[in-house]
């Protein structure tokens, strides 16, 4: 998860401090809804014909997803109440350029630039802490031991030998 947000905080920074800043729209749309309950039901929706041909008949748009939009024109702090799906953000860009509608479902999809608000463009862009991402950093396996023995030298990479340590500072005999 820190590798993640970590590498969002990267994306975000680079975007809000580019002079493009200004006409971006920065969507951040998660792919899976956490197999939670949601009281909410999947919406109904037209079925492509291409869909229909595959057997993908069921005509829901699917679970409600995590979806964040980050732009000058985003209201801060704001949640959505409309129902939009990832189709919400390729109408945005259809309606944005004047693009036609690839199917039936986009077509008929909520437009995800509904919460964005033109009128009152806010350039200003919340600088985020977020900790570095652990991957490639040694584990401080150290740290860890009440004792505060650090682990031998040449055994850092050794997972076993810092909870070795750790258990005999317990008093386990190991």
């Given at each position: ?13 680079a975007?809000?401090s ?17 197999g ?7 919406s109904q929706?037209?079925i ?53 509608p690839?199917?039936?479902r986009d ?31 040694p ?20 997972e ?8 005999r ?6």
């Amino acid at each position: 998860i820190r590798s993640g947000e970590t590498f969002l905080n990267q994306v975000y920074a680079a975007i809000t401090s580019s002079p493009n800043w200004s006409s971006t729209v920065l969507v951040i749309n998660y792919d899976e809804w956490g197999g939670f309950f949601d009281h909410v039901p999947p919406s109904q929706t037209p079925i492509p014909a291409a869909d229909q041909v595959a057997g993908n008949a069921d005509g829901l748009r699917g679970f409600r997803v995590p979806c964040l939009a980050i732009a000058p024109w985003a209201p801060r702090s704001a949640v959505a109440r409309g129902v939009y799906d990832h189709t919400s953000v390729l109408k945005m860009i259809e309606w944005r350029w004047g693009l036609a509608p690839l199917t039936v479902r986009d077509a008929t999809a909520n437009n995800l630039a509904e919460v964005l608000d033109f009128s009152r463009p806010n350039l200003a862009a919340p600088a985020v802490a977020v900790p570095p991402s652990p991957i490639g950093v040694p584990c401080p396996a150290g740290a860890l031991l009440p004792s505060g023995q650090p682990v031998p030298a040449g055994e850092e990479e050794d997972e076993w030998a810092a909870l070795r340590l750790i258990a005999r500072d317990d008093g386990w005999p190991v």
